[in-house]
């Protein structure tokens, strides 16, 4: 190859299918007004301030940043069909859609410490996740996500690209850029794998971990007990799933070399609508007294903005109102329990 013409940029030629342009955007637009709604309620709404509310603060934040590293130049593809990045802002991309990505998982970590001090020591909760604490593991989960991607993503740069640009992803994914290198990545490559396996695989087995703890937990305490602890923490198990088999089903199918690219297109499409669809139904019946909390927070702040009845402002039905009434009654005569975990189920799109 002629190593006299470095690449000065890249072409993205992962997405073709033009219809998916109002999909796209309304899944940005949802992803973007619901974390940054659950991020001002986090932090003005005096009801939420307990740990649990204080890692999905941290998370809902790194769901910002990690779709929006992506998804808007991929809408700006779409939409103009300008498919070219430059190589700064390629490796940019990359690097903070991987350090998200990890920092997402460090967050899902803490928050299974959480549901685990919560569950299997109720007693010394309040004395062991102190701010102190939670501020330490948001620290670490941070400083992991930033630091376990480093050695990879700046050695990517170093290796020369002199011919071939053209990258087979939506955005610049790792694999798929070293690849187009003129020179032999294999280390690099060894390299980035150690990493990643290092970033999921921990996290993965500390949060498994955990959960083998609440589970002997759970055998020792009567069917009622069992029943309310498991409400506790359904939901955040829901989302540890979510995320871990959406990201192995990418894994696989951009890394099977005989994998039918139009039945990968197929099954990601369906993979996708059926995960939004379960979205609300899912929300509503697994975790209510969470929804209940989010939702009346959001009602209480609109009512007190603009000092008049929610319902000219929101599109509920009767029923619906119904549930957020019921919610709110509920919420006066009792204070919420400081280790309720779940709002981040209305965010597992931000992590697919």
Known sequence: MNSSRPVEFFILDGLKDQSMLPFVFTVYISILSGNSMIIYLVRTDPKLNTPMYFFLHNLSFSDVIYTSVTMPKMLSVMLTGVKTISK????????????????????????AFDRYVAICNPLRYTTIMTKRVCILLVFVAWGFGVVIVLPPAVWATQVPYCGPNVVKHMFCDHSSVVVLACTDTTRNSILALTNALLGIISSFLLILTSYICIGRALRKMNTADQLKALATCVSHLIVVCIAYLSATFVYISYRVAKFDPELQDAIKRVFSKCTTASHKPIVRKTVPSITCE???????????????????????????????????????????????????????????
């Open 88 to 111: 700064t802002g390629c490796f940019l991309q990359m690097y903070f859609f991987l350090s998200m990505a990890v920092t997402g998982r460090a967050m899902l970590t803490a928050m």
């Open 294 to 352: 989010i939702n009346t927070s959001v009602v209480l702040y609109l009512k007190n903005v603009v000092n008049s009845p929610p319902l000219t402002f929101i599109s509920y039905n009767r029923s619906e109102w119904g549930d957020l009434l019921l919610c709110y009654r509920r919420l006066r005569k009792q204070p919420s329990t400081s280790y309720i975990a779940g709002p981040q189920l209305v965010l597992f799109v931000g992590s697919m």
